[in-house]
């Protein structure tokens, strides 16, 4: 028996702390109660900008904010290569973009190309000091331990034998769906699970996987796992409620607790850390939800998914759902100053956002705000800024000398980071709450909920800490990675 608790980490896509107290609240959720009961649920926990699964998760995984994992959506546009990058935010992006190009993205690139070097994830800080870890279908894995990658059959067929099983690198204990499997019994376990919901990147073949490991002789000091399903069914249904998937996943993280003697001893032996990587916000019924960003801008010429280099675009839009970058291709004098002409007269966009200099400005309907770092004013983070401007854009007040955030969560901070990203666009721009701003990445037709943006239906998220004697004040992110190295020293 170690003399530290192991410490099981569960990351749900989509997780809204409204849907939590929904769902509670009609006792449908007995074993995230027990966990809440035994520890702490803060619903206030602040993501990171855009608020985008890849983005996220790049800071679940790593501690590092976008400014340092280079992270900088779920689709961006590569400077480099002249080229998007898409991690498969529809199926149209397959087609889009190249099923090769964007499998290779989100199978290999984003963890071996594309997350900074000068980042450690939480397996390769944690392994050479002795710890054991393990991760379930994470989307950041990066470790000490190669792998091969299986790519299915059907998929080698599809791209006549160009896609091929791939070597990767991951944490000591690793099992990423259908494409990878530790030997031994766990395979038959997951068998009726491999071949649907997503090549075994689902709830279901999750949980399975991370009872395999839990029931092993040696149990991993840190368990991650990764639950995807809460996402689809917020999008296509209702963000605020997400009945019955909270309701599914509580018997599934039930039956991660029944994998010990009692649920009492699970929390004596390990601690419990569940969190979202971003929440959901409700979207406007069908079309009424979509902002045409392209024809908005359809004055400049606009690079497209899978066009080959071409060098003679003026901008490239990548939508992050809620949020858009906008990249500026040409060297055209004054084609900043008027994209942001343009898109602030749009009704539907909440912030246009651009830096010059090293301040940050905010230009909205309610006026407009400029920042940044200083010592005039101080958030309840510590971060100290210069404001100027209508700070309504943002919607900051002062209160006790403090900056008090309402709307837009430690909007500052989060901004400053998503600008210093160097794989971030010239231009952000949000949408606001109801809306969907359409780029490259989004296609035209969409369900019920979507997040990317600031906005705090998008940002805020439940955090819930179990059988441990410390929490995080006021947390964030970025708070999260540096709190299980405390558990773990
Ligand atoms: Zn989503």
Redesign the pocket.
Known sequence: MPQYKRVIYIII??FHPRALEHCMARGELSAFSFLIQKGSLDPDCVSIFPTM?PTCTSTLATGAPPSTHGIPGMVWYHRGERRFVDYGSSWLSFIKNGFIQTAQDFLYNLNHRQLGWQVQTIYESLEPRGYYTAAVNPLIYRGNTEYIAHIPFIFKLLTLFQLEDTKVYGPKGFCLGRAYQPPGDLRQRVEEVRYWGKLGINDKFAVRAAKWFLQQEKKPDLLSIYLPDT?SKA?ADNPDCCQPCLTRLDKELASILDCFPSWDEALAENIFIVVGDHAQSALMPGKQSLVNVPALLRAYSQARAGEDFVLDRDIAICSNERMAYIYILTSSPGIKKDLVKCLAEEPKIDQVIHKENSRHHVVTDRGELSFCQGTSYFDCYGNGWEVTGAWEALDLKIKDGQIQYGDYPNALERIAQCFENPHGGDLVITAKPGYLLLGEGVPKWYGRGS?GSLHKEDSLVPLIISGASQKIEKPRLVDIVPFIKTLLP
Do not use: V
Request: charged share 35%; hydrophobic share 0%; glycine share 0%.
């Open positions: 896509d989509s699964t996402d999008h997040h």
